[in-house]
């Protein structure tokens, strides 16, 4: 493993660990979680690995942020919680693939984009494979993990997650539409807001390391 690309790996590692803590923890009337303020991180430390030490770099960092996403799945398949008179596993199995299966496909189209548009100017490229990453990753999640219409799972699987098909009002205040899909709006508009803040700590980052390239 080459040393100059272990702290995007343990950056990558850490935010996964913590993405799956703080999604346990609901705020703003449970349409968001903590979480969904961390893990679009993980698109910043793709795009200064690509940025810096290139596709094959970044590929690696994604690998072990996967790697860690199924460890962490794992493991919270296996932690019981209770409430409303229920048992439940912390990561039920719709979640956990969905989780997994968004995570590398969002990451590995956000580091092909970003090739893509590498030549450009410097913020066209990380926000460009961001917004279509990020937006990637909330559409398969979401979708996989909570939609009626998917029918791969058993029936055991769909209800550990059912209580996302209630129909609700969009974002507490428009028309009725299922649970899942204003949870989606809501983690989208999150990822969308980071993606344009990233740019700032995405310069600061990609520069120093430049010089720190270039004095090695």
Known sequence: MNRTHLPGI???AA???A???LVQFLILDGLLTWGAFTYPLAFLV???MNRVYGVRAARKVVLAGFVTGVICSLVGSQIML???GYTYA???LRIAVASGLAFLVAQLTDIAVFNRFRAGRWWRAPLVSTLVGSALDTALFFTIAFSASVSLFDAEADAAINWAWEAVPFLNT????PLWVTLAFADWLVKLSLALIALIPFRAIVARLGQNRALA
């Open 82 to 84: 209770q409430g409303d």
């Open 15 to 17: 935010i996964v660990v």
């Open 90 to 92: 912390a990561v039920p």
């Open 10 to 12: 343990l950056a990558m």
């Open 174 to 177: 428009g028309p009725l539409a």
């Open 46 to 48: 793709t795009d200064v």
């Open 19 to 21: 993405s799956n803590i």
